[in-house]
T-cell receptor
Framework: KQEVTQIPAALSVPEGENLVLNCSFT??????LQWFRQDPGKGLTSLLL?????REQTSGRLNASLDKSSGRSTLYIAASQPGDSATYLCAVIKTSGSRLTFGEGTQLTVNP | KAGVTQTPRYLIKTRGQQVTLSCSPI?????VSWYQQTPGQGLQFLFE???????NKGNFPGRFSGRQFSNSRSEMNVSTLELGDSALYLCASSFTDTLGQYFGPGTRLTVT
């Protein structure tokens, strides 16, 4: 059974810091990995999608890497801003089917 | 392109009642998945529909059911509501497994 773990569970940083969020998964037979952002009480916003054949994806200040062999992904946020405050979730999808398995999320607070 | 829409956004029901939630996917997406999010259990997969057929099912009791129409719109139904069914219900659509899933804003269900 696929398990996804995110570390840390919560993170509080001053504005401007570069930070790294970690995600690990137990079954390396994944189709792709997706990072999401969730604001309180809202739905999930897709940030980055890394397909199994890729090693990283970038969008603006965000960079996500994927190492399938070690079962790990990191989300790097450069020059953090208060507007980045949210819960960040990583999710993997197995080789077959469209069932996303989510981690518990990292709650990020960026202080002005 | 319009995103995933879900109706209603908020719902209050009493124990024993039933409820129907609706989801309209992104145009052209044929796969619709449903997830339940609670503070204690996180995000859990309910079921996935593709071309009007249930393709995957999570570990939820039979009180939870769904269907998909020919225009890819999907509904989920929960019968005999219990207090523990109070949650944010999220719908996601995708074009293919490799291109990621995109979520709607969710329906907040409160059972009293």
């Amino acid at each position: 059974k696929q398990e996804v773990t995110q570390i840390p569970a919560a993170l509080s940083v001053p504005e401007g810091e570069n930070l790294v969020l970690n995600c690990s998964f137990t079954d390396s037979a994944i189709y792709n990995l997706q990072w999401f952002r969730q604001d309180p009480g809202k739905g999930l916003t897709s940030l980055l999608l890394i397909q199994s054949s890729q090693r990283e994806q970038t969008s603006g200040r965000l960079n996500a890497s994927l190492d399938k062999s070690s079962g790990r992904s990191t989300l790097y946020i450069a020059a953090s801003q208060p507007g980045d405050s949210a819960t960040y979730l990583c999710a993997v999808i197995k080789t077959s089917g469209s069932r996303l398995t989510f981690g518990e999320g990292t709650q990020l607070t960026v202080n002005p | 392109k319009a995103g995933v829409t879900q109706t209603p956004r908020y719902l209050i029901k009493t124990r024993g009642q039933q409820v129907t939630l609706s989801c309209s996917p992104i145009s052209g997406h044929r796969s619709v998945s449903w997830y339940q999010q609670t503070p204690g259990q996180g995000l859990q997969f309910l079921f996935e529909y593709f071309s009007e057929t249930q393709r995957n099912k999570g570990n939820f009791p039979g009180r939870f059911s769904g269907r998909q129409f020919s225009n890819s719109r999907s509904e989920m139904n929960v019968s005999t509501l219990e207090l523990g069914d109070s949650a944010l219900y999220l719908c996601a659509s995708s074009f293919t497994d490799t291109l990621g899933q995109y979520f709607g804003p969710g329906t907040r269900l409160t059972v009293t």
